[in-house]
């Protein structure tokens, strides 16, 4: 059987061509043992498709392209005969159906789906990362984090993690409590990382009330009483005193406005 040669041409990496072309070579009984396929990543320019198509030609290869940009594309489809090279296009005829369906025209940007899948897997280890360190499980993560929350219990430390878990940063929080010493790690964290979060007494009264009619508990219970949260503000303000800290009221404030300063504070 002939000797497959094959170059993969492409602005980004060339993954999306070798997948192809290998899974077309496959059909063929003993091809993929015959062919040689080399990639010619990041190709963004004319001079660069000119020596690929003359190194075509020498070697009597075939060329498979992936290439976003038009003007690129066109000089292959224009010059490739010339040489009596083949070139097979994997990307244009979608993205030609695509701008006219969606009546749109592409950004001709290389490498998008890369970057998307990376934000993506970024987004997944973030979420991760906030659901093992949340709540104080784990002090090691303080020192980890991109971002500390500190605050007492029912101030939406859990769930403002996960929202900025979905921002793609990596949040550990850690509840206080009078009777517990905050860990080492929190004192050793930068101040500037690190958020307190701080409630009405007032209010809080009113979320850890309900909280424990949900559960099925008297709402008369320590953890509700006025007097109690008081001794564990008290307390949360010493500890954020000696971080150094900025603290955040979230009295009456969403967890997506709770989130968003935050944010505006990272820039």
Do not use: W
Request: proline residues 4%; aromatic residues 6%.
């Amino acid at each position: 059987m002939k000797q497959l040669r094959m170059f993969i041409v492409s602005d980004s990496v060339g993954e999306t061509g070798e997948l192809v072309a290998k899974a077309a070579i496959s059909q063929y009984l003993y091809a993929d043992q015959n062919a040689v396929l080399k990639r010619f990543p990041y190709i963004d320019s004319v001079e660069h498709l000119e020596e690929i198509i003359k190194l075509a030609a020498q070697q009597q290869a075939f060329i498979v392209y992936t290439l976003v940009s038009k003007e690129l594309r066109r000089y292959i489809q224009a010059e490739t005969p010339k040489f009596n090279v083949t070139a097979v296009d994997l990307m244009g005829p979608l993205m030609d159906a695509l701008e006219n369906e969606l009546d749109s025209i592409p950004l001709e940007e290389a490498g998008l789906v890369r970057k998307l899948d990376d934000d993506y897997f970024k987004k997944v280890e973030a979420i991760e990362f906030a659901v093992k360190y949340d709540d104080g499980r784990d002090p090691r993560g303080i020192l980890m984090a991109d971002i500390v929350l500190v605050g007492i219990s029912r101030t939406s430390k859990t769930p403002l993690s996960q929202y900025l878990a979905h921002k793609r940063l990596k949040v550990a929080n850690v509840p206080l409590v009078p009777e517990v010493d905050p860990p080492e790690e929190l004192y050793r964290v930068d101040p500037s990382k690190c958020y307190g979060l701080v409630i009405s007494p007032e209010k809080l009264n009113s979320i850890r009330k309900e909280r424990l009619i949900a559960l099925g508990l008297s709402d008369d219970a320590n953890y509700a009483k006025i007097n109690r949260i008081h001794e564990e503000i008290a307390h949360f303000e010493k500890v954020v005193s000696r971080i150094g800290c900025e603290v955040i009221d979230v009295t009456n404030r969403a967890v997506e406005e709770t989130a968003n300063l935050i944010l505006s504070k990272r820039k």
